[in-house]
């Protein structure tokens, strides 16, 4: 069973509030991502970071900032929330893949996040 | 046109059926093509992967990996009520001409999957 965590796993919050959703696995990995899942929909990449300071925007545009000052922490803050950022945000990492192996994405329970 | 195309259902079988998912894509970079599960309220956990075409078994799960039609399907033998949850196929497309590192993975929208005893 992967190792990573997210807090909280419900949220609701009103509009113009400063969130952060945190994410930490325990299993060492260098790559961190986090996704935005809405219901029957497919997961969009919205950050990722392949290591310690790095960090890099996803396929999806999102208000959201992310860190990466340890390797087991990935926090997503957004520093003003507003309805459309209602969803599901979901955390994964991954390990170091050699040549001949797939990057398997471990996830966490995810967070619903409900902005009124 | 998405990348990835996953026919949402939902799909509601007996106890022990036969179940089929498909996904269809139109990127042929893609090499890696893997399946998750997922059950409500939790995240996507990992089933199944396949590089390039060809079959895998595990259990009773079998994926299959058309490159020449883009299509890709997991297949559910003896389905069981625990098998009830979102399935998700993604893929991958390496980033550097020798095929050595690999990019992020796309997903499809998941397959919601109903066995009922």
């Known amino acids: 069973e992967a190792d990573i965590y997210q807090t909280p796993r419900y949220l609701v919050i009103g509009t113009g509030k400063k969130i952060t959703l945190e994410c930490s696995q325990t299993m060492g990995h260098d790559k961190m991502y986090w996704y935005q899942q809405d219901p029957g929909m497919e997961l969009h990449l919205i950050h990722y970071?392949?290591?310690?300071?790095?960090?890099e925007k996803g396929d999806l545009s999102s208000e959201s900032t992310v860190s990466r000052i340890r390797t087991e922490h990935f926090p997503l803050t957004l520093e003003s929330a507003r309805p459309s950022h209602t969803s599901q945000y979901l955390c994964?990492?991954?390990?170091?893949?050699?040549?001949?192996?797939?990057?398997?994405?471990?996830f966490g329970p995810g967070t619903r996040l409900t902005v009124t | 046109q998405k990348e990835v195309e996953q026919d949402p259902g939902p799909l509601s079988v007996p106890e022990g059926a036969i179940v089929s998912l498909n996904c269809t894509y139109s990127?042929?970079?893609?090499?890696?093509f893997m399946w998750y599960r997922q059950y409500s309220r939790k995240g996507p956990e990992l089933l199944m992967y396949t590089y390039s075409s060809g079959n895998k078994e595990d259990g009773r799960f079998t994926a299959q990996v058309d490159k020449s039609s883009k299509y890709i399907s997991l297949f559910i033998r003896d389905s069981q009520p625990s098998d009830s949850a979102t399935y998700l196929c993604a893929m991958s497309a390496p980033t550097n001409a020798g095929g050595t590192s690999y990019g992020k993975l796309t997903f499809g929208q998941g397959t919601i999957l109903t066995v009922h005893p």
């Open positions: 990127n042929s970079a893609f090499q890696y």
């Open positions: 970071s392949y290591g310690v300071n790095s960090t």
């Open positions: 994964a990492s991954s390990p170091y893949a050699p040549l001949d192996r797939v990057r398997e994405q471990y």
